[in-house]
């Protein structure tokens, strides 16, 4: 009898060790099909009930337009489990890229704001130059800057992890890692060919974009196309992928809070840092280096107003712009299922808010200090509010994204008369101030009004918890962003700097004075924006400004 109690134990310790033993990676458990039982109460349409048609959308999608691995065997529990896996990804997928698209549609915005604050001899040049960032920015940006950026950024599961970007060049200082470029990813080519990098790709690319076109407004009216050409190339294979790996590639500044334990590290949820910040300062270099536009400033110094030539195109692109705003914020979860992704509300409604107080707050500003409101500043408050808000909108409430808006819509009108009154830099279009300025006070302000309610996974930049700002308790957090505002004004300013020096030493910068006091249009790009404005001189074949 203990023979046999001794064998039944042996059994039974054998078939707890077959439980407990994994299934090897390679070795699949065979699928089993889902049983009668199993789909208790799930009902698929017949073919008869189809063919009247479904007006309603109550037959359509059912356990029928699931995808079998095997159809001969049936619907099976892998089955259903992989499609609610594979669905979560690509309701991802397309939040990014319809995100990415409105994105890219603010390309327009930008052209029409700029070319309206320019006068009508260098429209087309000025549209020319909004059009064409995007054909020297993406062709730098897939070549080197993609992989600069997010060579070493896999991990992201929104978008299916992006295994292949596995590689980040890396300094160890401190005991500590700290990433400085990504080293996967160039010409997309290799393991990046992938569909998640693909969609990852366009969404960085139309940031990218952005961040190069906010130059071209500044530089407006007195800069070369081909030194346009040469800068343009530049941002987008160097200056925007180093200070975007640094925030979001899995860089230095993001492991803050993970090496420092600065908060979570320097948070930039939509790119008031890595993109405006980026092409604002990028912007003042350019215009400290080829100065202002002829008759801008007088002997004294005191400056010159230089009205634009279409008022109601600057402001119809304002509006423009603010509607691709809700795919630049909400869109930067990369995803719309998932957690912590539900907040795309939430952040939407506070980069509208925002928006919306910025404008009042420029307008209310203006009327009181010159007794009028005035149309572009309104305009210009609305994108200080909007870019301000992008790199908190994420992380604050509806009260503090109201705040941040007002003050920047105020701000901008400061910083405005600040650079032409005391810097003396001429800035046709306010760029500087309302991308440069406002989006380092938007950096600043996730240090101060992140309020802890957001939950993206649990984490963020690799620390658990949510991120909290000043006003709720965490220092460390504002000394984190800080730090990044340190590292875009000494860093990012000073290489731009730097190199569009460099231009303008080789290649040169600024047009001559004579094209500069006809206008750009003809002798840059060999034709007028406005054809009919213009009288030819006959056997000259040169034009003599009548209107703008």
């Known amino acids: 009898m203990s023979k ?24 699949e458990a065979p699928a089993v099909p889902l049983t009668t039982a199993d789909l208790k109460g799930v009902t698929t349409p017949s073919a008869d009930d189809l063919a009247k048609g479904d007006p309603g959308g109550s037959l359509t999608g059912s356990a029928a337009d699931i995808v079998m691995a095997d159809p ?23 939040w990014t890229l319809v995100a990415g698209f409105l994105v890219m549609f603010m390309q327009a915005g930008f052209a029409l704001v700029e070319t309206g604050l ?36 896999a991990g992201i599961t929104n978008l299916g992890g992006l295994n292949p970007l596995n590689g980040e060049f890396k300094l160890s200082l401190f005991g500590k890692d700290w990433g400085l470029f990504g080293t996967k990813g160039f010409f997309l080519s290799g393991g990046a060919y992938d569909v998640g990098i693909m969609v990852m790709f366009l969404f960085q690319m139309v940031f990218m974009d952005t961040a190069t076109t906010i130059v071209t407004g500044t530089a407006a009216e007195r800069w070369k196309f081909a030194a346009f050409a040469i800068s343009t190339f530049f941002l987008g294979a160097i200056t925007y ?77 304002c509006f423009i712009l603010a509607f691709g705003w809700f795919g630049f914020n909400p869109g930067s979860t990369l995803g719309a299922s998932g957690a912590g992704n539900l907040r795309i509300g939430s952040i939407a409604v506070n980069t509208m808010l925002a928006g919306c107080t910025g404008s009042f707050g420029a307008l209310l500003y ?99 918890g949510s991120v909290t700002g000043l006003f709720y308790g965490d220092a460390g957090q504002f000394l984190a962003q800080l730090i990044g505002v340190c590292t875009l004004v000494g860093v990012i300013f000073t290489l731009s700097y730097v190199f569009n020096v460099i231009i303008d030493v080789f290649v040169g910068q600024r047009v001559s004075t004579d094209v500069e006091l006809e206008g750009l249009d003809l002798p840059e790009m060999g034709a007028l924006g406005y054809p009919e404005f213009q009288l030819v001189t006959p056997g000259l074949g040169r034009s003599i400004e009548i209107g703008g």
């Open 72 to 94: 001969k065997a049936g619907l099976t529990l892998a089955d259903v489990v992989n499609q609610v896996g594979q669905n979560r990804i690509a309701i991802n997928f397309v």
């Open 118 to 153: 320019c006068r009508a001899k260098n429209a087309n040049h000025t549209m020319m130059m909004n059009f064409m960032v995007y054909g020297f920015g993406m062709f730098a940006y897939w070549v080197m800057g993609f992989a600069l950026q997010q060579g070493g950024s």
């Open 366 to 464: 203006m009327w009181m200090r010159f007794g009028k409101p005035d149309a572009s500043m309104s305009g210009n408050g609305l994108l200080a509010g909007l870019v301000a808000i992008t790199a908190p909108s994420g992380f604050v409430n509806t009260v503090g994204a109201a705040i941040i808006g007002f003050s920047a819509g105020v701000l901008v009108c400061l910083s405005v008369e600040f650079l032409e009154r005391v810097m003396k830099i001429d800035d046709p279009v306010g760029a500087t101030s309302v991308h440069g300025t406002c989006g380092l006070w938007g950096v600043l302000c996730v240090g101060l009004f992140a309020d802890g309610t957001s939950n993206y996974g649990g984490s963020w930049n690799g620390v658990d």
């Open 4 to 27: 046999k109690r001794g064998s039944f134990a042996a059994l039974a310790v054998l078939a707890l060790l077959a439980l407990a033993t994994p299934v090897p990676a390679d070795e």
């Open 241 to 317: 992928p180093l200070f975007g790996n640094w925030a979001w590639g899995g860089g230095w500044l993001s492991q803050l809070g993970g090496n420092f334990k600065l908060g979570h590290g320097y948070c930039d949820f939509a790119g008031s840092g890595v993109v405006h910040s980026v092409g604002g300062l990028t912007a003042l270099a350019v215009a400290m280096v080829i100065g202002p536009r002829i008759g801008k400033f007088n002997r004294d110094g005191s400056p010159n107003a230089i009205p634009g030539h279409d008022i109601t195109m600057v402001l119809l692109g």
